[in-house]
């Protein structure tokens, strides 16, 4: 009876600790990190208290940097370790990141408003958890250099993480801009057809397919 009881307590801290940080992470991303207080987190959440919240994570800083590990580590782990060589295997990591982006529509933003955060004493925590993120994109255009200068490749790189990131971290802007929702499952589809075409342009990946007679 212990043990399953200790599993069943388990759980509903794993439970508990998720909810705070889906809302946090959905908070984070409309305000960013002084636009947030620990009072609105609790307010969006089951706790019935902010000492509630304190016993899962001891202060605002704690919270917003685990959830940004959080996302920033499920990001990193979805690409393979490598740089993709066809275009199939181009679009499976595509639609790997796509289908979690559009399943998370605030991650994008929150990595958009950490990366821009100008709060000091932050500075330093975002830059190293956002080099993961760095160090697979180097991965992932290993192969740019054969169409594109080594000046130039880390334009390329900007411009590729816009182009998928940028989508859904400016999401209401391009409401705005386009009269639809972004975010419709028929808009995230036209994003990922125009995204893998896109892409394996940039990379060259579609020629070098061609050739092969994919």
Known sequence: MKPAAATRATEERRSTRDDIMDAAEWLFAEHGFAGVSMRDIVAETSLKNQASL????RNKRHLYEAVLARGLQHVVGLPPPRAAGTVEELNAN???LLDYLSQHPH???LIQRAALDD????????GILLRPVSSQGRRALEGA???WSADEVPHLAAGLYNLIFGYFANAPALRALINDDPLSPAAVQRQRQFLKSAVARLLGISS???DQGR
């Open 54 to 57: 304190y016993h899962h994570f």
């Open 94 to 96: 595509l639609d790997r």
């Open 107 to 109: 991650l994008a933003r």
């Open 119 to 126: 709060a000091g004493y932050l500075e330093t925590t975002v």
């Open 145 to 147: 250099g054969q169409i």
């Open 208 to 210: 070098r397919s061609g």
